[in-house]
């Protein structure tokens, strides 16, 4: 190989590399690309937890209602207040892993339905519950609040009360 031919195959060797300036400017694109990225991918993992906390959360007092809504236990305990988890309820409970994991505790709270009367009487309605839970938990080092409250009519009541007039 001649001189001549050994310069010209130095020169397309030099021609067909990248030099390191193009090399870290490419990775600075890539990595300015990369960043916002794995930046979006953390808080929509951090969205998908916090949802599913609050799933849990609903799930576990929709349950707890459901077990107090017992004609049999509801309406020989008015009024009441129980923490959750209590020794003396065990009925009424917050599933472990949820509780262990968030610090979870909650309160059932079964009263005469406040604010309801009897229609045209401004009576104190006597045949209406309202039932109230409320689960307490620990995300992220705050505390999250989810409350569901219903109403449990007793229709099997002797003593009635209506407004109607037939």
Avoid: C
């Amino acid at each position: 190989m001649n001189r001549t031919n050994r310069v010209n195959q130095r020169e397309r060797n030099v021609r067909e590399g990248f030099t390191l300036v193009e090399v870290m400017i490419a990775v600075l694109i890539i990595g300015a690309g990369v960043i916002p990225v794995m930046a979006m991918f953390m808080q929509s993992s951090r969205t998908v937890e916090k949802g599913g906390a609050i799933l849990e959360a609903t799930i576990a007092a929709q349950n707890i209602l459901d077990r107090a809504k017992s004609d049999a236990f509801l309406w020989s305990n008015i009024p009441l207040e129980i923490s959750i988890p209590d020794d003396k309820f065990p009925q009424f409970k917050l599933p472990n892993f949820f509780a262990e994991k968030y610090k979870a505790s909650g309160t059932l709270k079964i009263e005469l339905a406040p604010g309801h009367t009897v229609l045209g009487t401004g009576e104190i309605e006597q045949n209406l519950i309202q039932l109230t839970v409320t689960v307490n938990w620990i995300e992220y080092q705050s505390l999250r609040t989810s409350r569901l409250i219903t109403y449990q009519a007793n229709t099997n009541s002797f003593d009635l009360k209506t407004s109607a007039r037939f």
